[in-house]
Structures are given as structure tokens and as C-alpha cells.
């Protein structure tokens, strides 16, 4: 049977129109996640809900125990996950404001734990991540993003960088040029780590600002706020349509 979880990335530290909600602390080998995992349901259906950065949005990206995080998930018996993550929008035409699914990622950042299979292996494991969403969930997002009406953006190539700074214009040409659509910076190690545990994994991002030296001289937070409260609206609107088929 499947069970959905949502990872909330900035904008998004807790869910609404829940009901029978509870909260469970879930002890991992890899340390303490960044929540307790918070259960409830939507449209009769069961979603369990972590926040990434914190209920009180106070660990930085770098500093997330994504293992932890990912194991904890999966001992609350989730099959599927959605990440949500504010990012910047590189390609021209994701705006401010959009929904994007990506479906290809380029993992710049360095020195984070992982992976799972580094201690006490039998032999050297590897896992395929040529593809690092899992195809049938995007899909089934995708339909809900058109069931509300709202513009699809499902391919789109994620750049997830160290933080907790942003970047510099330089490096927004540099991303460009290999490719990028988008640039966050908690979609890797999350993605490959879900891999490792057989979870399936989709990212929705939300666009909340133009990404460094494509508008105006500096990233003006206070938009970045306005924006990822838009964004996170729709997403609600998307995830509800979802669980109304969601199976």
C-alpha cells in the first residue's frame, strides 16, 4: 500500500487542512531528522509531513541531516515522497511564482553525508541514478498540475548548490551554461538517498526569485517571501487535487 510523504522546504514548515493530526519522534541510526514527523490526513487518505529545515525554519541546508531525514520516512512506512524546495529560476521561462517538476539534477555541492553504503558493507554498492525522480510519481503530479489548471514545467534540469549562501552571478552563467533551469540547494544528497532506500522520490520546486544577476542588481528577499507564499498555495491546491485520485 502506498503512503505519501512531504518534505517542506523553505515557505512550507507545516500543512493545512489536515485531519486527525499527530506527531511522531522517530529515533534513526544516523541521528536525530530535522522533525518529528507529523501524520494526518487529506481527502481520507494518510500523508505524513516532515519539515527539512526544521518546524522553526533554523537549519541551513549544509547543515541538514539528510540520512537521518530519509531513513525516518521510511520507518514511517512511506513508499513515495515529494519534496518541496524553493529555488531560483535560471531558465527564462519559469518565472516567479511557477511549479516546476525537474527531471534531471547536477549535484555541485561537497561534504555532506551522502550515502548509506560506507560502513560495514559486504561489497561495494552502486546504485542507477540516471534518471533521479521516479517517472510514475512526476507523472501523477503532473496531472494534478493540470486537473488545477496551472501551467506544467516537467523537465527542467536542478542545480543543487552548498548554501547557505547564494550564488554569484558568475556562477548563475556558469549553471547556464551546463544546463541548469534551476538552482536549490537541498535536492542532493535527499534524491539519491530516497534511491538507495527504494523510495520513490519527485521534487516539486517552487521558483521564488530570479536567480543571481538576471534581475536587477541584488536577490531582494522580502519578493523571495511574497513568492514562496504563492508558490506553496499552489502546491496545496495540487497536492489536494493529488490526494483525490492518490492510491
Not at 102 to 107: A, E, H, N, R
Amino acid at each position: 500500500m502506498s503512503r505519501l510523504g512531504i518534505i517542506g522546504g523553505t515557505g512550507l514548515s507545516k500543512m493545512v487542512n489536515l485531519s486527525e493530526v499527530h506527531k511522531r519522534v522517530i529515533k534513526t541510526p544516523y541521528g536525530e531528522p530535522s522533525s518529528a514527523l507529523t501524520f494526518g490526513k487529506l481527502n481520507g487518505e494518510e500523508i505524513v509531513f516532515m519539515a527539512r529545515h526544521g518546524y522553526g525554519h533554523t537549519i541551513p541546508p549544509h547543515k541538514i541531516n539528510y540520512r537521518a531525514n530519509i531513513w525516518a520516512l521510511k520507518e514511517a512506512a512511506v513508499t513515495d515522497i515529494i519534496a518541496v524546495a524553493a529555488v531560483g529560476g535560471i531558465n527564462r521561462s519559469m518565472a516567479p511564482g511557477s511549479v516546476v517538476l525537474p527531471d534531471q539534477l547536477i549535484d555541485y555541492t561537497w561534504g555532506r553525508q551522502a550515502t548509506y553504503f560506507e560502513e560495514d558493507l559486504e561489497k561495494v554498492t552502486h546504485i542507477d541514478f540516471t534518471y533521479p525522480y521516479t517517472q510514475a510519481l512526476r507523472q501523477h503530479i503532473v496531472q494534478a498540475i493540470r486537473q488545477t489548471g496551472g501551467p506544467i514545467f516537467d523537465k527542467a534540469t536542478y542545480a543543487c548548490t552548498q548554501g547557505p549562501r547564494l550564488e554569484t552571478a558568475a556562477e548563475i552563467i556558469k549553471l547556464e551554461r551546463d544546463g541548469c533551469d534551476l538552482v536549490g540547494m537541498t535536492g542532493m544528497p535527499e534524491a539519491a538517498l530516497a534511491r538507495e532506500l527504494k523510495l520513490n522520490y519527485a521534487c516539486c520546486a517552487i521558483v521564488v526569485n530570479w536567480a543571481a544577476g538576471l534581475d536587477g542588481e541584488e536577490i531582494c528577499m522580502q519578493q523571495i517571501e511574497a513568492f514562496a507564499e504563492q508558490g506553496m498555495t499552489t502546491f496545496q491546491r495540487v497536492l489536494d487535487q493529488l490526494m483525490k485520485s492518490y492510491v
